[in-house]
C-alpha cells in the first residue's frame, strides 16, 4: 500500500485511492474475484426476481411462543383428557400422541394432581422475502468487496472511479428494494418490520462495498465467515420455517447455533495459517528464519515451532469437532421437525375411513350394479320381480338380496333409511359409493372433506400439507451447508503437506473458489425453492 503523507490536505479522490489501493506483498488471483463479479451480478439478479414475485413478497410465515399450563381444576383436567384423547383417535396418531400429562406434587403428606398440556401464545408474523432480502443483498455486497479490484475492472479506469460506479449500482439496486418494500399494502408486513430491516440492511451493504480492500483469496480471511455468520443463520431460519418449526425460542437457538458455527471457521483458519507458516521446508535457511519469526511474535513464551504446531493442531481439532457437532445437531432438529410434521399431516382429514382396496370380483361388480338400480329406483324397490329380467344377476344373488331387504321387514327406500340410521350406521348411499370406489379402484371418493384425501402408501389418507418443494429446501441446504464444512475439513486434513509459501497460496485459493461457489449456490437454490414451495401450495394459502 502506498505512504500516504501526514499533514497534507487529500482530495476525497485521493483518500478513497489510499483507501482502496492495492498490496503488491499480497496479489489476489484473477479467476476467484471473476468468479465473485458474476456471483454479484447473479445474486442481484435474483434479488430483483424476489422483488417481481408479489406473492413471495406478501406470504407471511406465523411463529409462536410456547408455555406450559397446569390445571388442577376436576373440570379442566377432563377438559383436557377429553381434548387430547379426541384429537388422538380423529387424527390416528397413535405413534405420535398429543403431549398431555399428569405431575403428581406431595407436599404436608398430600399429593396433588395437575393435568398438563402444551400451548403457545403471542403469535407473530415472520416475512421469509424480507429475510430472503436480507441473505441476497448481503451476498450481492461481500462479492463486490471481493471482485471490486479485479485487473478486469480496473484495467482502464481509476480504483476510486470503479468504486464509485459499484457504490452507486447497489444504491440504485437498495433503493429500488425499498420502494419495492414499502408499497406493499399488507397489514400483516407491518411498517415496523419493513424499516427496521431496511434501516440495518441498507447502510451494512454499502459498508461492506466501501471497505478497504483487505480480501485476499491467498490467505486467510476474517471477512467470509463474518458475511457467513451474518447470512448462514437465516437461511437455516428459513429452512426452519419451511418444515413448520415456529417456535420462536428454537429459531433464535438454531441460528445463533448457525452463527456460532461460522465463526468456528475463522479460528479453524487462523490455525491453519499458522500451521502453514511452521511446516518445514527443503529449504533450512527458510525454516529458521520462520522459527525466529515465530518466537518474536511470541515474546516471553517461549515457544519453539513444535510447541506453535502442537496448539495450532489442538485448537483446530477442537474447534472442527464443535463445529462438526453443531452442524449434526441443527440439521438434525431441522430434519426430525420435518418427518414429525410429514408423518402427521393429513392424518385429521379422516381420510383413513375410506378403504382403498380393489377386487377383480366380476360378480361382485355386477351384483353392486344391480343394487344401485333397485335402491335408486322406488318402483324397482317395490316390484322386486324385475330381478330376473338382469341376465347377468344369478338366482343366488337375488335370493342374498330379498335376505338383505326382508330381513328386517323393510318394504320402503325411506324405512331402509332409517334403518340404517336407527342403528347409527352411515346412509345405505354413503356405503354405496364407498364400494363403488373401492371396485373402481378410484383415488379415495371424491366427496371425501371436499376432495382432501388422496391414494398414498397403498391407503386412503389426507393430503400432505408440506409441499414436496419443502424437501428439496431441506436436502439442498443440509448438502451445501455440509460441503462448506467438508472443504475445511479437508484443507484441514491435508495440512501438514503444504510446504512454503507458494504451496500455501495455492491452497488458500482453492478453498477460496470452493467458498465462493458453494455460497452463491445455496442462496440461490434457496430462493429457487421458496418459490417453487409457493406454487405448490394452494393460493388462498397467505399464512402458513
Not at 370 to 399: C, G, R
Request: with cysteine.
Amino acid at each position: 500500500m502506498p505512504i500516504y503523507r501526514v499533514g497534507a490536505k487529500p482530495t476525497s479522490a485521493e483518500f478513497i485511492k489510499f483507501m482502496h489501493s492495492t498490496d503488491d506483498e499480497a496479489e489476489t488471483r484473477q479467476g476467484e474475484t471473476t468468479l465473485n463479479a458474476f456471483s454479484t451480478l447473479f445474486s442481484a439478479a435474483a434479488l430483483i426476481v424476489l422483488l417481481t414475485q408479489k406473492r413471495a413478497l406478501l406470504f407471511l410465515f406465523q411463529t409462536w411462543v410456547s408455555f406450559i399450563p397446569a390445571v388442577r381444576s376436576a373440570s379442566s383436567m377432563q377438559l383436557v383428557h377429553d381434548f387430547t384423547g379426541a384429537i388422538e383417535d380423529t387424527c390416528s396418531v397413535e405413534q405420535l400422541p398429543i403431549a398431555a400429562f399428569d405431575i403428581n406434587i406431595t407436599r404436608n403428606n398430600e399429593t396433588k394432581v395437575y393435568a398438563v398440556m402444551p400451548m403457545a401464545y403471542d403469535v407473530q408474523m415472520v416475512s421469509p422475502a424480507l429475510l430472503l432480502i436480507w441473505v441476497l443483498a448481503l451476498s450481492s455486497a461481500f462479492q463486490t468487496y471481493c471482485s471490486k479490484l479485479m485487473p478486469a475492472l480496473i484495467k482502464n479506469a481509476d480504483s476510486s472511479q470503479v468504486l464509485g460506479a459499484l457504490l452507486f449500482a447497489h444504491m440504485l439496486l437498495h433503493t429500488a428494494v425499498w420502494v419495492r418494500v414499502f408499497t406493499l399494502q399488507d397489514e400483516g408486513l407491518t411498517i415496523n418490520m419493513r424499516l427496521a430491516t431496511l434501516l440495518l440492511l441498507t447502510p451494512l451493504c454499502l459498508f461492506i462495498v466501501f471497505y478497504p480492500p483487505k480480501y485476499r483469496n491467498t490467505s486467510a480471511d476474517f471477512g467470509r465467515w463474518l458475511e457467513y455468520a451474518m447470512t448462514a443463520p437465516v437461511q437455516v431460519v428459513i429452512v426452519a420455517l419451511s418444515v413448520w418449526a415456529r417456535d420462536r425460542s428454537t429459531l433464535y437457538a438454531l441460528g445463533a447455533a448457525q452463527a456460532a458455527m461460522m465463526l468456528c471457521g475463522v479460528v479453524l483458519e487462523e490455525c491453519i495459517q499458522t500451521i502453514y507458516t511452521t511446516n518445514k521446508t527443503d529449504d533450512a535457511e527458510a525454516d529458521d528464519a520462520n522459527a525466529s519469526v515465530n518466537d518474536a511474535l511470541r515474546p516471553g513464551q517461549g515457544l519453539n515451532r513444535v510447541q506453535v504446531r502442537c496448539r495450532a493442531y489442538r485448537t483446530a481439532a477442537a474447534t472442527l469437532i464443535i463445529a462438526w457437532v453443531s452442524y449434526g445437531l441443527i440439521w438434525y432438529v431441522l430434519g426430525a421437525q420435518f418427518m414429525r410434521q410429514y408423518d402427521i399431516t393429513g392424518k385429521c382429514d379422516r381420510c383413513h375411513e375410506y378403504n382403498l382396496t380393489c377386487t377383480n370380483d366380476r360378480n361382485t361388480t355386477e351384483m353392486l350394479a344391480f343394487l344401485d338400480i333397485v335402491m335408486t329406483d322406488y318402483i324397482a324397490f317395490q316390484n322386486k320381480s324385475v330381478v330376473p329380467v338382469f341376465s347377468n344377476v344369478s338366482a343366488l344373488q337375488v335370493h342374498d338380496l330379498d335376505i338383505l331387504l326382508n330381513v328386517s321387514n323393510v318394504q320402503t327406500l325411506e324405512k331402509l333409511f332409517l334403518l340404517f340410521d336407527l342403528q347409527g350406521m352411515p346412509s345405505f348411499a354413503t356405503i354405496m359409493d364407498m364400494v363403488r370406489s373401492e371396485l373402481a379402484c378410484i383415488t379415495c371418493p371424491l366427496v371425501a372433506d371436499g376432495g382432501l384425501c388422496v391414494a398414498r402408501d397403498g391407503l386412503c389418507q389426507g393430503q400432505n400439507d408440506i409441499p414436496d418443494a419443502v424437501l428439496g429446501i431441506l436436502a439442498t441446504q443440509g448438502l451445501l451447508f455440509g460441503l462448506f464444512g467438508l472443504v475445511q475439513t479437508v484443507q484441514l486434513f491435508l495440512v501438514s503437506q503444504v510446504r512454503g509459501p507458494e504451496a500455501a497460496t495455492d491452497a488458500w485459493y482453492s478453498v477460496a473458489l470452493a467458498y465462493a461457489l458453494l455460497s452463491v449456490v445455496a442462496k440461490t437454490a434457496l430462493e429457487v425453492g421458496f418459490l417453487v414451495m409457493l406454487t405448490q401450495m394452494p393460493e388462498e394459502i397467505d399464512r402458513a
